[in-house]
């Protein structure tokens, strides 16, 4: 089973050929939320692992993530380590069979809107 960790908190399920474990998805809002220490559910997710469960993303989600990052953030080193230790880092052109996309700003807020707008702290 893999369930995607979106940008509106909600789970989507979908099948995932011939795996017993379950497979978390973070996309760039999720990675985010987490850097930036928005979202507790997605924090103990990443430094908690569980073994029986896989947290994946892509190259390219890192990349939407990490641009996303202003000066003024406290993204820490240790929740860096935590991430590369916890999340297995796919190829975008190799799994969606796409190039990537130019980061823009407008993007950037959107992500950081999201990010930042979710008080909830699910």
Known sequence: MKMEINDNNSDKRTKNHNVSKQQYFLTAEALLKYLLGKNERITTLILCKNMDCDLITTDYEL???????????????????????????????????????????????????????DDKNE
């Open 63 to 117: 990349y939407q993530a990490f641009g996303s990052i202003k000066k003024y953030d406290n993204v820490t080193k240790a929740k860096l380590v935590k991430l590369f230790e916890n999340v297995d880092i796919l190829s975008h052109r190799k799994e969606r069979g796409k190039e990537k996309k130019i980061l823009t700003h407008e993007r950037v807020e959107q992500l950081r809107n999201k990010s930042l707008g």
